[in-house]
């Protein structure tokens, strides 16, 4: 059974083991769980933690999946879109833990870092192409936009591959477990966030030229680069975070001349 809202169901009890450890959920944790399915994931979760809270937009998967989970005492389910959930109505802080579809991942990372201050951290099975740009270094080519914007306020690890004979139905590609430690601050001490991720948009929308090159929409980019010390002829790419927010300040000195 393939879900509409393009989940796959995973049953391998060694792999949902997997990230209940990563995950590293105690007895006094909350966890938020996103796209339950048909609740084999939640009840390892049920096991683990204080309180269990299901998200689920299936209308066709929640009277089956309260039947499922009616042994735990300790599980909400409420039918609801991730997307548009209001986080910050969940009881004091709390772990993120789930098998998110793959339609919504992006969107979804956005809008739970969103609410960050109430996130402790995040272990997710997306993915595996989706999980390597996360949680990609500077100078390798799945490094880019997604990179940085959740490495901003986010590190992220990929734990572990997982193989797309794992689920029913199989997908068409591998997936990958992510852990997320979240933090209310950036880790990296930009003063304007917005500009700062306009400049790493526009220099990845042409990944392909230097820097001079994809970013000459931005008076002064000569300038700003010889000011921070970066090389013109150096690709989007090459640039580490660091580099990025030394960048985009120098710019917006520049624009502010």
Do not use: C, W
Not at 201 to 211: D, G, I, N, V, W
Request: charged letters at 25%.
């Amino acid at each position: 059974m393939k879900r509409p809202f393009g989940q796959h169901f995973l049953f391998d009890p060694n792999i949902l083991k997997k990230i209940i450890r990563y995950s590293e959920i105690t007895r006094d944790d909350t966890v938020v769980e996103i796209g339950p399915g048909l609740g084999t994931l939640t009840r390892f979760l049920a096991l683990h933690a204080k309180k269990v809270i299901a998200i689920e937009i299936d209308k066709k998967l929640i009277g089956r999946l309260q039947e499922i989970l009616s042994p735990h005492d300790n599980v909400e389910v409420i039918r609801a879109d991730a997307l548009k959930f209001p986080f910050n109505d969940i009881q004091g802080n709390f772990k993120v833990v789930a098998n998110i579809p793959y339609n919504i991942t992006t969107p979804l990372l956005f809008r739970l870092l969103e609410f960050r201050e109430k996130i402790m951290s995040m272990t997710l099975l997306m993915q595996k192409e989706v999980a390597k740009r996360i949680a990609a270094s500077h100078g390798s080519k799945e490094y880019g936009v997604l990179s940085i914007g959740i490495q901003l306020y986010t590190k992220p690890v990929l734990e572990f591959s997982v193989s797309r004979k794992a689920f029913l139905p199989p997908p068409k590609v591998d997936s990958a477990v992510v852990h997320f430690e979240v933090s209310q601050a950036p880790f990296f001490p930009v003063k304007d966030e917005e500009f700062f991720l306009k400049v790493v948009k526009t220099a990845f929308s042409q990944r392909r030229k230097t820097l001079t090159n994809s970013l000459k929409t931005f008076k002064g980019i000569k300038d700003a680069l010889r000011k921070t010390g970066l090389d013109p002829k150096l690709r989007p790419e090459n640039l580490s975070i660091e580099d990025y927010v030394r960048l985009a300040e120098a710019l917006e000195q520049s624009l502010a001349l």
